[in-house]
């Protein structure tokens, strides 16, 4: 059964840092993008960032210069390494796959069909 997880969440105060990693089991990462998103209180989800196959990727301009994604397809694993961190980074942030679609990846959750259950990161003092 092809199952994502996410961890690394946790309370962090502004400034600091933390890393997100999307461990995949029951398949093999090396043929699927993903993609993080991230949901503050509300029905909206936020595209962050997305990495492609060939390890290309693209970062929400909120983020960018601040986090950054990469694979490690040994591990099976994607990380989100976020510095840095601001009150408004704070949200519940996802991981999600799609098997090796056309074109650079999207943060657009409707092209996604996996999901994992999300690590909750507050940033507070």
């Known amino acids: 059964q092809r199952r994502i997880a996410e961890s690394g969440g946790g309370l962090v105060q502004p400034g600091g840092s933390l890393r997100l990693s999307c461990v995949a089991s029951g398949f093999s990462l090396d043929d699927y993008v993903i993609g993080w998103f991230r949901q503050a209180p509300g029905p909206e989800r936020e595209g962050i960032s997305c990495i492609s196959i060939d390890g290309t990727f693209n970062v929400a301009d909120s983020v960018k210069g601040r986090f950054t994604i990469s694979r490690d397809n040994a591990m099976n694993t994607v990380y989100l390494q976020m510095r840095d961190l601001k009150p408004e980074d704070t949200g519940r942030y996802y991981c999600?796959?799609?098997?090796?679609?056309?074109?650079?990846?999207?943060?657009?959750?409707?092209?996604?069909?996996?999901w994992g259950q999300g690590t909750q990161v507050t940033v507070s003092s």
């Open positions: 999600a796959s799609v098997y090796d679609p056309p074109g650079e990846c999207k943060t657009t959750a409707g092209w996604y069909d996996k």
